[in-house]
């Protein structure tokens, strides 16, 4: 089967261990009075905050504490994000910014990984004027992070490894993560969709699913250690199994979490509109564990821009395929993606993104002017709209999703949802979310904090709700 070419080999995988017992040795001399400290910061996605949680994981197990604060800091390690322009910029200025703490720490070790640096010009431009940082590595070598840790502190060298392959999967990595309560599950890897606009399948390989029986695994283990929220992730979980050769994978992998004992919900994300089908609706829809959210990017409203943008489908499929989920799920909620000012696209062809916003009613969507990826195919468009005319067309598809979003939150006042009490949020009140993913807000005693709550929703704000807890 293709999955075993994907495989990362049990035999490097052990090759890791070795070199994460080695660093373990020689960092329990070197503090043998309190442990060395890591700064790890993760930009972008979920897909990245998944990978994070394996490099805490392995810097944990390396005898690695953890801080907050990077003055204290022996090791400071970014995951990076590639996606857009801006993403970029901030981890510039925050590498440009330690500078003065190497110099002033020299044994301090600075890493840098993830999608950026898969880049190869990115990968250039750090080595040439941030020569002050220790570690380069790309998404398909994370794994490798004790061999480099090792080599900087035993052989003192500066690693950069960008390796580009299709991609592998490396499993059994031992995981930190941040929450008790929620856990990110990621089930594929990579994309192949090649949107014109997207640097993603160029800085993270092709579309890789892992095994059926890895992904329950790991959601058996979620679930008996006490999380209560799953969200299986992927840049088109749709599509998940179809490079193993298994017909309607999705669909399947979501019925058997479903079944596992246990009360928990399931999220998932991002869904394809592409490959988003009917039967996929309808299990959503008979899965009680599933929660009533469908995050379906459309990116624009008008064919012409999305046939240029490479998504693979129409308007009329997006609105039929929302048409078909309200009918089978009339409380679902639907958020989205948007991307304003594609090159070449026109004020009138924008207007079809606000009808379509208009038409659909999300409950909140997630929007970015166009931003240009060296090496992608929309880069060589024509892009005539000034970045100020953008911000104008950007403002008003925000404001006209503001009313929607206050008036579809307007009709939850006086409705009980079951909340998932994950933290505080302002004023010292607990803050969850609901089944179709709207935070709310209540009062209650911290020690509900994990659990599952029946709030009665007496506030509704534009973002999110607050709401008083029932008997
Ligand atoms: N795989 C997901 C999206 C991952 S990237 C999907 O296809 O839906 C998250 C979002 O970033 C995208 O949905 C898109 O709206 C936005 N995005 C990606 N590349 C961009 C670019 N070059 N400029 C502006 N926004 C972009
Ligand atoms: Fe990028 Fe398109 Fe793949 Fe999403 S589906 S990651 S937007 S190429």
Redesign the pocket.
């Known amino acids: 089967m293709e999955r075993k070419s994907t495989l990362v080999s049990s035999q490097e995988l052990s090759q890791q261990k070795e070199y994460l017992q080695m660093v373990n040795l020689f960092l329990d001399s070197k503090f043998a009075t309190k442990p060395p400290k890591a700064f790890t910061r993760t930009y972008g ?1 979920q897909g990245n905050i998944a990978d994070s949680q394996q490099i805490n994981g392995m810097l944990e197990e390396m005898g690695y504490d953890f801080t907050d604060d990077v003055k204290e800091a022996d090791l400071i390690l970014y995951n990076t994000c590639a ?3 801006h993403a970029q910029d901030r981890v510039f200025g925050n590498v440009g910014a330690l500078k003065v703490l190497k110099e002033s720490n020299p044994d301090l070790i600075i890493a840098l990984c993830g999608c950026m640096m898969q880049q190869e010009h990115i990968a250039q431009k750090i080595q040439k004027s941030y020569s002050y940082v220790d570690l380069v590595f790309g998404t398909h070598v994370f794994y490798k992070l004790p061999e480099f840790i090792y080599k900087r502190l035993c052989e003192n060298k500066k690693i950069v490894d960008i390796t580009n392959s299709s991609g592998v999967i490396a499993e059994g990595i031992t995981q930190r993560r941040d929450s008790t309560i929620k856990a990110f599950l990621p089930i594929t890897y990579g ?1 192949n ?1 090649f ?1 014109s ?4 399948p160029y800085v993270r390989g092709r579309e890789r699913s892992r095994a059926f029986d890895d992904v329950m695994g790991e959601a058996k283990q979620l679930v008996a250690s006490g999380y209560k929220e799953i969200t299986l992730l ?3 979980v749709n599509s998940y199994g179809k490079d193993l050769g298994v017909p309607n994978a999705f669909s399947n992998l979501l019925k058997s979490i479903n079944d596992i004992q246990g009360d928990f919900l399931i999220r998932f ?4 509109p592409k490959d988003c089908t009917k039967e996929l609706l309808q299990t959503i829809a008979q899965c009680e564990k599933v929660e009533r959210h469908l ?3 459309f ?1 624009s409203g008008n064919n012409k821009v999305l046939k240029e943008m490479n ?1 693979g489908y129409t308007r009329e499929k997006y609105l039929e395929l929302v048409k078909t989920a309200k009918e089978l799920m009339p409380d679902i909620s639907l958020t989205s ?3 304003v000012g ?1 090159p070449g696209e026109t004020y009138e062809e924008f207007c079809d993104t606000l009808s379509l916003v208009e038409e659909v009613e999300f409950s909140s969507l ?8 060296e090496g ?1 195919k ?1 880069a060589n468009m024509p892009d005539n709209i000034s970045h100020s005319e953008k911000s104008k067309w950007f403002t008003q598809l925000t404001d006209l999703q503001e009313g929607i979003a206050s008036k579809r939150m307007a009709k939850m006042k006086g409705k009980t949802y079951r909340v998932l009490a994950e933290g505080f949020g302002k004023d010292k009140m607990i803050s969850g979310r609901a089944s179709n993913y709207t935070t709310i807000e209540f009062e209650a005693p911290p020690s509900v904090i994990g659990t599952f709550c029946d709030v009665e929703i007496t506030q509704p704000l534009t973002w999110i709700a607050r709401g008083r807890i029932k008997e």
């Open positions: 996605c996606v857009r322009e994309c969709n949107c606009y997207c640097v993603v992927g840049q088109n994300m991002t869904s394809h995050h379906l990017p990116q998504r993606d948007v991307i594609f997630y929007t970015f002017i166009y931003s240009k990826r992608t929309a």
